[in-house]
């Protein structure tokens, strides 16, 4: 760590050339299938992490997953996930738009709904495992080591965004 882990997340490596075709070319078929596939990842997310479904209004008490997959919050929410790392993965050759795009998703978690940041880096871990399961032809264990480079990638502009904000210890929040 070499003592200064609080300051700064470490950044990742930018992707490859061919390691950005590799993230472009599979989400092409993730993202036929957005709405299904950001709801699975979400209901997932809050059956296993159930204190992220705090921030959630319509559905923090609600325990079936069925009766989750049926909230309109959840839905639209799944969507603005799922769009958010559509608007990454098309501009993965501009590294400026997924700055400001991730700094933007950062900010607003932060500052309007005081979401702790740890939560990016467990959604990260579920959405590599939701897409992994249910496009199997796909994600070859290559493929996934490239999307967790992405992933890795996503969470350190969001923790950027989080501490240009005051976000203090963003690397050590607990859950």
């Known amino acids: ?7 700064r997340p ?13 993230i472009q070319d599979t989400w092409g078929h993730v993202y036929k299938n957005c709405e299904d596939v950001g709801v699975s990842v979400l209901i997932r997310f809050f059956v296993n992490f159930p204190s992220a479904k ?9 325990e079936d997953p069925e009766e989750m997959e049926q909230s309109s919050q959840l839905r639209q929410h799944a969507c603005r996930v799922m769009n958010a790392i559509n608007t990454v993965v098309e501009n993965l050759n501009d590294p400026e738009k ?4 991730l700094a933007l998703v950062g900010k607003a978690h932060a500052i309007k709904h005081k979401v702790e940041p740890i939560y990016f880096k467990i959604l990260s871990g ?36 989080y501490t240009d904000v005051g976000w203090l210890q963003v690397s050590s929040s607990a859950v």
């Open 126 to 161: 579920v959405i590599l495992e939701v897409l992994s399961e249910d496009f199997p032809d796909f994600f070859t264990a290559e493929v996934q080591l490239v999307w967790t480079k992405l992933m890795g990638a996503l969470y350190w502009h969001v923790t950027v965004a």
């Open 98 to 101: 997924v700055s400001s795009v």
């Open 54 to 62: 705090q921030y959630f209004s319509q559905f923090q008490d609600m």
């Open 10 to 22: 470490e950044r990742t490596e930018p992707l490859s050339d061919s390691e950005r075709e590799i």
């Open 1 to 7: 760590c070499g003592g200064n882990c609080e300051d």
